[in-house]
T-cell receptor, first 114, second 111 residues
Framework: EAQVTQNPRYLITVTGKKLTVTCSQNMNHEYMSWYRQDPGLGLRQIYYSMNVEVTDKGDVPEGYKVSRKEKRNFPLILESPSPNQTSLYFC?????????????FGPGTRLTVL | EDQVTQSPEALRLQEGESSSLNCSYTVSGLRGLFWYRQDPGKGPEFLFTLYSAGEEKEKERLKATLTKKESFLHITAPKPEDSATYLCAVQAGTNAGKSTFGDGTTLTVKP
């Protein structure tokens, strides 16, 4: 089944404890992206990747890191999480490197930072 | 900076009562406008892509249209299963990977 998977789905952590949220897609998509969604708001783009080893900042990159060493994986790293990073996170992938084809979204990771 | 504004924030309809959702945008060089549906606790699901003013796309009870300033998602004779949040997103300019989403319209259809 073609899909985007994220792990973990739920995570409660404490301020300053490094964490990684994994994202993997099995559709051989070139483009991948991370978003956060806060109550009543749409998705805000954190980082995106046009292809392996190519990443760029979205609108809200502060406090996050990403890497794209393999085409299928695009982990999101919070090196020192803070309470304002409590949010619902979505990973997405798209067939073309321009991202102009539709994005397929993962199920989301609900993160709480205490 | 690209801006996307969706209205209304929330819309309550009776089953069968047709209506429209609005997505207005301010961008430099629209490359594509996307509509997604999001059910509670789930990731968005793709509905339509529109590329140029005058373009229209249809799928079941949904029809999306695009002008130079806004897009409409028309819902004809909605059913309770159409209840969801509808998100609009744009890609514009020379930054090919950047996507800007609106805050969404939450649609509730009562039987």
């Amino acid at each position: 089944e073609a899909q985007v998977t994220q792990n973990p789905r739920y995570l409660i952590t404490v301020t300053g404890k490094k964490l990684t949220v994994t994202c993997s897609q099995n559709m051989n998509h070139e483009y991948m992206s991370w978003y956060r969604q806060d109550p009543g708001l749409g998705l805000r783009q954190i980082y995106y990747s046009m292809n392996v080893e190519v990443t760029d900042k979205g609108d809200v990159p502060e406090g996050y890191k990403v890497s794209r060493k393999e085409k299928r994986n695009f982990p999101l790293i919070l090196e020192s999480p803070s309470p304002n990073q409590t949010s619902l996170y979505f990973c997405a992938s798209s067939l073309t490197s321009g991202g102009l084809s539709e994005q397929f979204f993962g199920p989301g990771t609900r993160l709480t930072v205490l | 900076e690209d801006q996307v504004t969706q209205s209304p924030e929330a819309l309550r309809l009776q089953e069968g009562e047709s209506s429209s959702l609005n997505c207005s945008y301010t961008v430099s060089g629209l490359r594509g406008l996307f509509w997604y549906r999001q059910d509670p606790g789930k990731g968005p699901e793709f509905l339509f892509t529109l590329y140029s003013a005058g373009e229209e796309k249809e799928k079941e009870r949904l029809k999306a249209t695009l002008t130079k300033k806004e897009s409409f998602l028309h819902i004809t004779a909605p059913k309770p299963e159409d209840s969801a949040t509808y998100l609009c997103a744009v890609q514009a300019g020379t930054n090919a990977g950047k996507s800007t989403f609106g805050d969404g319209t939450t649609l509730t259809v009562k039987p």
